[in-house]
Each structure stands twice: as structure tokens, then as C-alpha cells.
């Protein structure tokens, strides 16, 4: 995709162009320019490097800030302190990750001071918050970029504004309908990759910022995405995983609506592709089609996140996620009834305004009925602007940790006790990198999202194999290839 673009054929000396992704090329020559100028002063090529604080979501839009960097000429840095340009891109889904954020702009600060050509931007989703932006205005104006997750394929642009002007930029969008494609990008991995199908989401539960940020929920279109998913597997990747902050609900929204599994249909007949996995998925919307086209797929991947959020259908309908206790429990019986080897994964909330003991109880009765592969526990975290954050019946802290401590130890009694059904089975492995730890070691993952280590050749990496799992640690596996 990056050698894609002829900047020979780009006068910069014209006007830029009206129509994208046109428009972001002109700029992107702009910019070359400029660092290459940079690259002159230092004797070297310039270097630059990104943070992601979020999701999946989030990662995938910082691999199109790293396209972009590479496309003008910088080179990633391998660590902070190397970088002449350093990107933040936030997440503000719990207080949390804003704190993270604020904490690393310090350490900045100090490090712009000594290296006075640094450039410092910030994007993603604590952007899209007007009180983040008034305090970064504030008290932290050595930034020199800031800008949201709307126009996040405008990069180019603002920096070549960045660069001309000489001031800061902020440009913040409230919300958009466009969709931009065709924007380069730099994957993390060579053999896998992330793929937007949607934007946004309508959802509204009633603690996530996320509409807020992320804005109304728009489908690619399916032909924009299999061409995306064809010249990834021309590229070598052989698993993608289909991103959306509520999959189930894909296509609604096109001109000619499509549903979520006849996309999958489509994607499964691309050859040379090997495993398709999806996130998230609302129980509210999980199709019956849906059940059917996975458990006959051979490339879908025996894995399901399957927020629940709370067990307690008092609590669910406060936190507008539109079901019940007993309908999440139908749903997942009826899944394991087409999958039975199907992992089923989670997120939960504890600590929402007005959760009693009782609601606590009902969540740990879910946990223990589903017996979960594995559960992200989250306590409740108030977010401004969201209905829950003036709702009555704030939890106290200290019940909010008490309650968090019992659900995850409950969980990770139950996953320990799940994970090693597999035990002394055949799994076929996408191995993804040498072994942190042991480097005679080879990392890889099951379909099931499980990773397994076992004695093999760097050479693997990439490609799948067989391997026998002989022992499993917790939440993983040691194996040997066969
Ligand atoms: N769209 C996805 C989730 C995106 S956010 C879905 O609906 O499943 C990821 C997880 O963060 C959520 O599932 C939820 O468990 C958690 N989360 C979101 N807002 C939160 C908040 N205000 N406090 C604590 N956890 C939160
Ligand atoms: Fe947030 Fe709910 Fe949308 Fe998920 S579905 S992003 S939890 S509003
Ligand atoms: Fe965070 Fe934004 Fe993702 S708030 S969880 S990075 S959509």
C-alpha cells in the first residue's frame, strides 16, 4: 500500500485537491519535504514512535498514523527516548487510561526540553472530550499537534500545517459520516491484521463514553472491505480479525443492508486467508445466522467475546444493554449447543450506581453457570457526560475493590479449572513470534485465542502448524510441534 503512492506525480506547488484520499497524498508530499530537510540536519533518517492506550480499535488507527510517518520518510523508533516524534493516541474508556496519558505527558515535557526539534501530537478518544482539550491547552502547551478520531485520516494535513506554520494545531471533529480509504498503514504483524468494518456506535449504554468519542455507528462497505482483506492475504497475512464496537449489528446502516454473517460468507471465499475472528459482539444483536455460519465455517475461529457486563437483569436494564439474565443465559446455551468447544470469553462491570450484594450475586451466579474462558473485570469508572455518571447510588471505592477482588478471583478459579480441557489434544497454531522468555521457544495461538509455547524455528513464524499440548500453565500451554 505505501509504495502504492507516485509523489513524483504530485505537484505540491498547486492547489491541494478537494476529493480524498487524494487530498491527504498532496500533503503527504508536503511533508516529505519537510523531513527530509530534518533528516539533513540530524545525518540520519528521522524517527518516531507510537503509543496506543486503547482497544483494538484504537491499535489499528495507530498503524495508519505509523503509514503515514513511514510514507514521508520517518523510521520507527524502538523506543521513546529515540523518537524525534511522539504520538499519544488516547483512550478515555475509564478514568484510568486518561491518568496514564497525563502521567507520560510529564516525562515529555522533559524530554522536548532537551530535544527542541521533538514533535509531540495527541489523538484518539480523550481527544474528543472539550474538558481534556481545555486542560491540555492549559497546562500542557508544549504539544504541538492535537486532533480527534474523526479525522484521524487527515494526519498528513495537520502536520504539513504543523510544519508550515510553525504554531499548534487543534482540530477536533464532532462527529463525521465520511469514511476514508485507501490511507496507508504499517501492521504490527506481517502474517495478521485488524480490519475496520465498522465506525461509531448507537448504543448508548448508559457508562460508555465510547458514542460519545467514537460518534454514530457506520458500516464500510462490503466491497471496500474484501478488497482491504484480498490485498492483505496478497501480502501475506492469513488471520484478520473483523473490528466494531458491535459487530452483530454490521450492515444495518448501508444503502443495501447486509447482515453481519453473510459478510462473513463472503470473507470466508477469499482464498489463502486462514482464520477470520471478529470483536465485539452485543448479545442483543448475536443472529441465529450468525450461529449457523460459524459452526459451519472452517476459517471462523472458535472464539466468542460475549460482553456481559452484569449478571443482574436490574442493573442491565439500567445499564441500557436492552437483556436479561436469562436471555444472555439462553443465548450462550443455544451457542454451545451448535459449538460445544466453542472459548467464550467476556468484560464486566462491577461497582455500578445502585449494584447491591444481590445484583453482585446474580453476576457471580452468571460466571459460574457460563464458566467463562477468561473475563476482563473492570470496576465501574464514572465518566463525564455518560447518564450513568449523575445516576444515584455511587458505589464507596472500598465496596466497589471488595467486590472486584471476589469476581476475579472467581473468574480465574473458573478459567483455571477451563482452560486445560484441551489437554493431550492437536491444535492446529498460528505461531507469532519467539518466546519472550526462552528463546529455544516458540510463541503461537489457538484458535480459541489461547497461546501455547513449545520448542520450534523462527523460521515458523508466520505460518500454521500442529502442535500436541502437553501440560497447561493457567492461561496457557506447553506443547511440542507434530
Ligand atoms: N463495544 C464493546 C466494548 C467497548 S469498551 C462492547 O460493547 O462490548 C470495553 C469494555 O470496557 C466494555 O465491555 C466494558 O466492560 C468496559 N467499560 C466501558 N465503560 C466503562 C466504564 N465507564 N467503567 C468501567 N468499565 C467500562
Ligand atoms: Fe460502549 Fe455499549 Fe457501544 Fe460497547 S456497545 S461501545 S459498551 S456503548
Ligand atoms: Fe478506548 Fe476509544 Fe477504544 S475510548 S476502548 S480507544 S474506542
Known sequence: MNDKIDFSRIDCTKEPPLEEPARQYYYMAKCRRHVRKLEQKLGRRPLFFTQTFGCQMNARDSEKLAGILECIGYAEASKEEDADFVIYNTCTVRENANQRVYGRLGQLNRMKKKKNHLLVALC??????????????????????????????????????????????????????????????????????????????????????????????????????????????QDGVVEVMLLGQNVNSYGKTLKEPMSFAKLLTEIERIEGLRRIRFMTSHPKDLSDELIDVMSRSTKICRHLHLPLQSGSTRILEKMNRRYTKEQYLELVEKIRRAMPDLSLTTDIIVGFPGETEEDFQDTLEVIKKVRYDSAFTFQYSRRTGTPAASMEGQIPPEIVKDRFDRLLSAVQSIS???????????????????????????????????????????????????????????????????
Open 416 to 482: 483455571n479449572e477451563v482452560c486445560g480441557r484441551d489437554t493431550k489434544t492437536i491444535q492446529e497454531v498460528l505461531v507469532e513470534s519467539v518466546n519472550d522468555h526462552d528463546p529455544s521457544l516458540l510463541t503461537g495461538r489457538m484458535g480459541n485465542n489461547l497461546l501455547v509455547h513449545f520448542p520450534g524455528d523462527a523460521s515458523c513464524i508466520g505460518t500454521l502448524v500442529n502442535v500436541k499440548l502437553e501440560e497447561c500453565k493457567g492461561f496457557y500451554y506447553l506443547g511440542t510441534q507434530v
Open 124 to 233: 484518539g478518544c480523550m481527544m474528543q472530550e472539550p474538558h481534556v482539550v481545555e486542560k491540555l491547552k492549559q497546562s500542557y502547551r508544549f504539544v504541538d499537534l492535537i486532533f480527534g478520531t474523526h479525522n484521524l485520516y487527515r494526519f498528513a494535513e495537520l502536520l504539513a500545517c504543523r510544519l508550515e506554520s510553525g504554531r499548534t494545531i487543534i482540530d477536533i471533529w464532532k462527529d463525521t459520516d465520511k469514511i476514508v480509504e485507501e490511507i496507508p498503514s504499517d501492521r504490527k504483524f506481517p502474517f495478521k491484521s485488524g480490519v475496520n468494518i465498522m465506525f461509531g456506535c448507537n448504543n448508548f449504554c448508559s457508562y460508555c463514553i465510547v458514542p460519545y468519542v467514537r460518534g454514530r455507528e457506520r458500516s464500510r462497505n462490503p466491497e471496500d472491505i474484501l478488497r482491504e482483506i484480498r490485498a492483505l492475504v
